[in-house]
Structures are given as C-alpha cells and as structure tokens.
C-alpha cells in the first residue's frame, strides 16, 4: 500500500507490563487513603500509590505500549486521537482506583522555558511559536518551577488534559520536565557548584543544568540512538562555555550502567552517577532492588506540587 509522506499507518498497541511492585498492607478498598501519582508519556505510562498520611509507597507499576505496526511520518508527536491511548490505561487496575487526590505529569519532548512574566502577559502562544509549530489540537500547559521564576510550557494534544478529566475527576496536571527540575533542586540547591542533570525516557531525554537555587538550562532533545544523547549532552556544554571532560553527570531515567548512552557518557565526563532517591517519601522492603534512579520523576510527583 503506498502512502503518502505526511501519512500515517494506524498503529496496534499492545500493553505490557515491565514492573508491578506492591506492599503486603496495600488495599484497593482504601483508596480515599492513597494518592496516585502518574507519569504519562507517549510510549507508555507509570503508576505510583503513595498513603497520604504516612508518604509510604503502596504501589509502583509501570506499562510499556509495544507498537505493532510500521508508522510513517512524524513519529515524534503523540497519536492524533487519545482513544487507543487511553483504552490501554483503563486496562489497569489504576483508573479503578478512587484516591483521595490525583495528579499526572506529562513527559514530552516539546517543552520550552519561559519568564514567569511572560505568563502573566499572555505570551506563552509567542513564545512557543517560536519554538515549535503546532495546531489547534494542541494545547498549551504551563507550569512553574518557583513561585516567581521560570516556567516550563509544553505542548500536549488537547484530548490528555480532557480524558484525564474525565478518567480521574479532580486530576492536577503537570509538566514532567518542571517536576524533575523542582525536584533536582529539592536535592541540590544548597549546593553552590554547578550541577548537570541527565533524564533519560526511550525517545528522549532532558538535560537541565541548575547552580544553586537557579536553573541555568532547560531543553529536551528526540533522539534515534545513543550516539544522538552523547552529541546533544556535549553540544550543550560546550554552548554553555564548559568543558564536557570537568562536568559532573547526574543520571536518571530509563538507562543502566550497561546501557551504551551511560558507557558513552562516562568516556567524555569527569563523572557518571545516578541521583539519590528523594527524601520525604517512604520506599519500603517491597521495593529493594528497583532502580530508583529509573522511576525518579514519578515519585517526585507528588512532592513538586
């Protein structure tokens, strides 16, 4: 069948499910108890139940959406329609669950960082055409690093802000690039040297570089192999004035020590180290031996509020 350059062949998902963690005294009955953190991103979607009361992590899954058929045109953006999407989620456990809050962070590659004052005047729709093009059936969300500082806008199909709604009544949403940088400033403002942060998801990854209590860089990058993250994380630096081979890494997201973007990465580097897990948050003995580094974002999204 030939199809046309700007075309796309409707694409099967399948959902599978890579981890499941939960504690013994979890209750699906008590979910007026919990507090359900999502991570949502195009390729597939995490989970994380927390007790309100105590911050004790009561359940962690992740699912994986596995493409079954060949896309064609601009595999960058998220499906046109949300129903395919958002028929696999409901296939969880989690859109069952009634928790006493609800909030989802939204992963994209197709963020930019604006001055809080530019939101106040309207002008986030100037400043993310200049970025990005985009259509009428993308909207745009905003959503602060600081109170009066910087903000991270983002693009996200209009149908997540309106099925999510209607799935999780209530639901807060969130930029997951403004919730890893809050929460590397949590773990490290009151460090006065710079500090470089790498966050890895299967189609892209974020680089943010803070100093202190300030956020000195923000960007997310697509990227086809792990050759593309070594060329942007040293393409940055060196715009920025710094020397690859002096900086620090902090790692986290879907990479490994085995993985080739981390061995790329520790050849050009002075160091390579995966971040710590966030404090005010209670991972019990059910959760030994998970990469935390690997679920970062998800369980700082109730603590970057």
């Given at each position: 069948m030939q199809v046309g350059k700007n075309q796309e062949i409707q694409?099967?998902?399948?959902?599978?499910?890579?981890?499941?963690?939960?504690?013994?005294?979890?209750?699906a009955t008590l979910g007026h108890a919990y507090r359900l953190s999502t991570l949502m991103c195009r390729e597939g979607f995490s989970f994380l139940v927390t007790d309100t009361a105590s911050k004790k992590v009561m359940k962690l899954s992740s699912y994986r959406l596995s493409e079954t058929d060949i896309k064609l045109g601009d595999a960058v953006k998220w499906p046109e329609s949300g129903s395919d999407y958002f028929e696999q989620l409901i296939k969880t456990d989690f859109a069952q669950l009634s928790c006493?809050?609800?909030?989802?962070?939204i992963a994209t590659n197709r963020i930019t960082v604006a001055?809080?004052?530019f939101i106040e005047q309207g002008a986030i729709s100037d400043i993310m055409s200049a970025a990005?093009?985009?259509?009428?059936?993308e909207e745009i969300l905003t959503d602060p690093v600081s109170g009066s500082g910087p903000v991270v806008a983002m693009l996200a199909p209009r149908y997540i802000s309106s099925l999510c709604a209607a799935l999780f009544p209530g639901v807060s949403l969130h930029s997951a690039a403004a919730v890893f940088v809050k929460a590397a400033l949590l773990q490290h403002s009151q460090l006065s040297s710079r500090q470089v942060f790498v966050n890895v998801y299967r189609e892209h990854f974020e680089i943010a570089l803070i100093q202190g209590a300030r956020l000195l860089f923000l960007n997310a990058f697509r990227y086809s192999s792990s050759s593309d993250v070594l060329y942007y994380v040293i393409f940055v630096?060196?715009?920025l004035g710094f020397v690859p081979s002096e900086e620090n890494l902090i790692l986290m997201g879907e990479v490994s020590e085995n993985s080739v973007i981390y061995q790329q990465l520790k050849m050009y580097c002075a160091s390579i180290q995966y971040v710590t897990p966030p404090d005010g948050i209670e991972l019990g003995n059910s959760f030994s031996g998970i990469p935390v580094h690997t679920y970062f974002t998800l369980l700082n999204v109730s603590l970057c509020e």
């Open positions: 694409i099967t998902k399948s959902l599978e499910c890579i981890l499941n963690q939960v504690d013994p005294q979890f209750d006493s809050r609800t909030d989802i962070a001055p809080h004052d990005f093009s985009y259509t009428s059936e630096l060196e715009q």
